[in-house]
């Protein structure tokens, strides 16, 4: 038997850390969404899926556009201020934030007919579209989140995790 470790739980002291939570996040909706179509065909549209849909759409509705929004105002300017060499990976990152928000309009859009019973399943095709979207996304980004924990100085982590914190507050 294995011994659990207690959960760490980042906090805007830690914005980088701050950010690699919500990928985590994202990486388990993206789990759940690849399932979905699957799941539907098999036990249909039951309160467990409306539950887990409702999530899922609060968190893409409002949590990953404030997640870019993180990254595109506050930690990108700051990374490249010290790496310039990021700035290819940076604009590539930028570029698909405009991809994923446009395939989460057209998913969502189905998702919430799928809340309103106003269809029972969800195209396949366009989820996988979305996570790939992701996953790809998430394979560019997190290597800079790492060059940001060796190149940005606390003060610089400071004031990012203030500004991320106000921008959830507002």
């Known amino acids: 038997m294995q011994i659990l470790e207690p959960q760490q739980f980042a906090t ?3 914005p980088i850390e701050m950010l690699y939570a919500c990928h985590s996040k994202v990486k388990r909706f993206c789990h759940q969404l690849n399932i979905l179509p699957g799941y539907l065909e098999k036990n249909g549209v039951n309160q467990a899926v409306l539950n887990d849909v409702k999530i899922i759409l609060q968190y893409f509705n409002q949590a990953a556009p404030l997640h870019h929004d993180d990254e595109e105002k506050d930690f990108f300017p700051a990374l490249l201020a010290k790496l310039p060499q990021a700035k290819a990976d940076i604009e590539e990152l930028e570029r698909q934030h ?20 106003e269809r029972d399943q969800v195209d396949a095709e366009l989820i996988q579209r979305f996570t790939l979207g992701y996953d790809k996304h998430i394979a560019i980004e997190e290597p800079l989140f790492e060059l940001g924990k060796q190149h940005l100085s ?9 500004i991320m914190s106000n921008r959830r507050r507002s």
Request: charged share 20%; net charge negative.
């Open 154 to 162: 606390e003060t610089e982590l400071n004031r990012i995790g203030k």
């Open 12 to 14: 805007w002291n830690e």
């Open 98 to 117: 405009t991809d994923l928000h446009q395939n989460w309009h057209l998913l969502s859009e189905q998702l919430n007919a799928l809340i309103a019973q």
